[in-house]
T-cell receptor, first 113, second 113 residues
Framework: AQSVTQPDIHITVSEGASLELRCNYS??????LFWYVQSPGQGLQLLLK??????LVQGIKGFEAEFKRSQSSFNLRKPSVHWSDAAEYFC???????????FGKGTRLSVIA | ETGVTQSPTHLIKTRGQQVTLRCSSQ?????VSWYQQALGQGPQFIFQ???????GRGNFPPRFSGLQFPNYSSELNVNALELDDSALYLC????????????FGPGTRLLVL
């Protein structure tokens, strides 16, 4: 079955600390992988995406993600978190073509001073 | 370049009523997807329209219907509203050649009383 697992429902980090949000997918091939961020009451904003090539991808707002085929993972990282990064983060993939996205359940990030 | 826009931003209806939500796709995009996001949940795929034809449907009843117009804007119609239809409705547009990336609008918040 096609699925995305985000094992952490809620993470709290201190401002300035590093961040890693975990994501694992289940699919028979390498899908198109995405991370989106959603601020409260807002739509989803694309942070970064992976299709092929370099397994370390850079995104907006200082985020990066690394695709590891052997672990079926696509973890999101940021070296130094800012208070404005507090939001809900969704990992998802597009199995192929213009097909429905498969969403993880999301990880809520809280940032404390 | 204009992004994805949705109207209205908020809506309150009562059970049994009908509602129409609207979405204007990003310039150059011919595919529109609709998602329902209940509070605290990830988005769930409702259906997708490609060049005015339905191109896939999620696990939603027939009272959820849609349209896509020649300019690729789209409508989501929900008949016989139920309390559980209260959610954020997200529209996303995409186009072949953009590596299947979907760009989301800000959403319409629907409350059914």
């Amino acid at each position: 079955a096609q699925s995305v697992t985000q094992p952490d429902i809620h993470i709290t980090v201190s401002e300035g600390a590093s961040l890693e949000l975990r994501c694992n997918y289940s699919y028979g091939a390498t899908p198109y992988l995405f991370w989106y961020v959603q601020s409260p009451g807002q739509g989803l904003q694309l942070l970064l995406k992976y299709f092929s090539g370099d397994t370390l991808v850079q995104g907006i707002k200082g985020f990066e993600a690394e695709f590891k085929r052997s672990q079926s993972s696509f973890n999101l990282r940021k070296p130094s978190v800012h208070w404005s990064d507090a939001a809900e983060y969704f990992c998802l993939f597009n199995p192929s073509g213009n097909t429905p996205l498969v969403f993880g359940k999301g990880t809520r990030l809280s940032v404390i001073a | 370049e204009t992004g994805v826009t949705q109207s209205p931003t908020h809506l309150i209806k009562t059970r049994g009523q009908q509602v129409t939500l609207r979405c204007s796709s990003q310039s150059g995009h011919n595919t529109v997807s609709w998602y329902q996001q209940a509070l605290g949940q990830g988005p769930q795929f409702i259906f997708q329209y490609y060049r005015e034809e339905e191109n896939g449907r999620g696990n939603f009843p027939p009272r959820f219907s849609g349209l896509q117009f020649p300019n690729y804007s789209s409508e989501l119609n929900v008949n016989a509203l139920e309390l559980d239809d209260s959610a954020l409705y997200l529209c996303a547009s995409s186009s072949p050649g953009t590596e299947e990336t979907q760009y989301f609008g800000p959403g319409t918040r629907l409350l059914v009383l």
